[in-house]
């Protein structure tokens, strides 16, 4: 009944749906029947709701929650992937929240290391794990930029070296990184 509810379409009034009964039977299921052969069906149904919903933490709840306790579901692979994707999407970009950008790239390098089989999935947690690297080289640029404003030469020179580690010794940012550190006064001179 929850997994017919979850996909339908049909609302009622201004104040539910019938998906909204489905998450809850289907939640109410996975919580007292946690073992039951249906209970990864019913957690990859409810992290894929999630994931419509762009309700992030949601959706890598249940994905974690289907991994832990259904390790050899036939789910688990896509779990995998839609969890670290769902870390990913949860993102805003290089102005916001570093740690978040931390952990969302070390999870993202960590599944690619798993050597995923499907290539679909692979070449869209490699895009995904190129932006988030892309963005916290632009955060410490950012803050990099920040500090040379306000004339603090050690929080420039630090986020500086916080990004010649993190980049490639290639990439452009690395190499103005370089330069900009060159031209700063030595450590413990200045402010």
């Known amino acids: 009944v929850g997994a017919e509810l979850i996909q339908s379409e049909s609302t009622y009034f201004l104040f539910g749906s019938d998906q909204d009964d489905g998450e809850l039977i289907l939640g109410e299921f996975v919580e007292r029947y946690a073992t039951s052969p249906h209970a990864d069906d019913a957690l990859r149904l409810l992290g894929d709701l999630a994931v419509a919903e762009e309700r992030w933490f949601d959706a890598q709840r249940r994905f974690e929650q289907l991994i832990q306790d259904h390790p050899t579901s036939e789910w688990a692979s896509l779990a995998s992937f839609r969890r670290v994707m769902a870390i990913h999407a949860e993102l805003l970009g290089p102005e916001y929240d570093l740690p978040s950008m931390y952990r969302a790239r070390n ?85």
């Open 107 to 191: 999870e993202l390098r960590d599944y690619l290391a798993t050597a995923p089989e499907r290539p679909e999935f692979r070449t869209t947690a490699a895009a995904a794990y190129e932006e988030v690297t892309g963005w916290v080289i632009e955060r410490h640029r950012l803050d990099a930029d920040f500090y040379r404003t306000i004339g603090n030469s050690y929080g420039e020179r630090f986020h500086l070296e916080t990004l010649l580690q993190d980049a490639p010794a290639d990439h452009p940012s690395a190499v103005a990184a370089q330069a900009r550190l060159a031209e700063l006064p030595p450590p413990g001179e200045g402010s």
